[in-house]
């Protein structure tokens, strides 16, 4: 995908975005559109998450400095890189995850790609309105997949953790992103080593590594455990392909 058409997907995602936030406002925060973390456009491996931190748009990080699409589209692709702001927290988890696969958010080799790109309050904390977060979630999943199917470089999507359903019980994100692939020109293939998700850009699948959720073990503590144990086979799926 060239810079340029990512750019006017952007810009298109942007628009769309603007006009329907009005649907959302019980649940969003102030802040711009988010769809990725890192340089999609290089990256071989995604990490996957539901929607941007309602903590990315706090004044010392600096979103405000930000006043045309330009800027924006440079400020996600360099998200890693931005001198006096460092990466929330948050990404602390799958970074050492990438770390035991011998890559990073930094050297590009990977980035993080979200289903909304909006930030909200927390999706399963008590003041988030999980039917309105639902909806949300499902109307936004088509800019996951529209940029995913752009992005034929990537070769292993890593998701881990839950998203909540209407009625606020918790749905693991796997299962979300596999019953939205029909909706969407994708297939979820289940297959030995791994599942794959089938793209127009990606007719052979990108394989999924999936986080399993483990009854009575921390959800972080989990996901660097799962990756650790299959680290080899993860270590290469990501290895650069052979052009011939």
Request: net charge neutral.
């Amino acid at each position: 995908m060239p810079a340029e058409a990512l750019n006017e997907w952007l810009l298109r995602l942007n628009e769309a975005v603007e006009q329907t936030n009005h649907c959302h406002l019980c649940n969003l925060v102030p802040g711009r559109p988010i769809p990725f973390f890192g340089d999609v456009l290089r990256a071989r491996i995604l990490t996957v998450g539901v929607n941007p931190s309602d903590q990315e748009f706090n004044e010392e990080r600096r979103w405000d400095a930000i006043t045309n699409p330009r800027q924006w589209q440079k400020r996600l692709l360099n998200h890693f890189h931005i001198s006096g702001v460092p990466a929330w927290c948050w990404f602390e988890t799958w970074s050492i995850c990438l770390e035991l696969l011998g890559v990073s958010y930094g050297d590009r080799i990977a980035a993080h790609i979200d289903i909304s790109p909006r930030a909200t309050t927390p999706m399963l904390a008590e003041v988030t309105d999980k039917a309105k977060f639902r909806a949300m979630v499902e109307h936004d999943v088509k800019w996951f997949f529209e940029l995913l199917h752009q992005l034929p470089q990537v070769q292993l999507l890593l998701v881990a953790g839950p998203i909540p359903r209407a009625n606020g019980q918790k749905q693991q994100l796997a299962d979300f992103i596999r019953a939205q692939c029909e909706n969407h020109d994708s297939r979820w293939v289940d297959g030995q080593p791994l599942p794959s998700l089938i793209t127009s850009g990606q007719t052979e699948g990108i394989p999924v590594f999936v986080c399993p959720y483990e009854a009575n073990v921390d959800g972080l503590y989990a996901m660097v455990r799962q990756v650790y144990r299959n680290r080899e086979l993860l270590r290469r799926l990501s290895v650069p392909k052979r052009t011939n």
